[in-house]
């Protein structure tokens, strides 16, 4: 079975920056599609960003400019560094790890962003 932990997340001025860190077992991460989602009080989940197995790149266009999500396959993790950031980005934010096999999700890492 795989499993998906996040951190990083955490209380940050409007402005400021964190990096989510997402860390998967099972020796799968390489043959992955990786991508964090958010789910803001009161609102949907919504797909923040994702970086298939090949490298491509894909965001939300909220996010575009302010987020970078990366991968680090030595290290088996997933990254989202937030710059800049919004109160609107308050929300849970999860990992989620898929290919044809299989679909995986973390339990989340809240962040906070107040104005």
């Known amino acids: 079975q795989v499993q998906l932990v996040e951190s990083g997340g955490g209380l940050v001025q409007a402005g400021g920056s964190l990096r989510l860190s997402c860390a998967a077992s099972?020796?799968?991460?390489?043959?992955?599609?990786m991508g964090w989602y958010r789910q803001p009080p009161g609102k949907q989940r919504e797909l923040v960003a994702t970086?298939?197995?090949?490298?491509?790149?894909n965001y939300v266009d909220s996010v575009k400019g302010r987020f970078a999500i990366s991968r680090d396959n030595f290290k088996n993790t997933v990254y989202l560094q937030m710059n800049s950031l919004k109160p609107e980005d308050t929300a849970v934010y999860y990992c989620n790890a898929n290919n044809y096999y299989m679909d995986y999700w973390g339990k989340g890492t809240l962040v906070t962003v107040s104005s």
């Open positions: 099972g020796s799968i991460f390489s043959s992955s599609n």
């Open positions: 970086i298939r197995s090949g490298g491509t790149l």
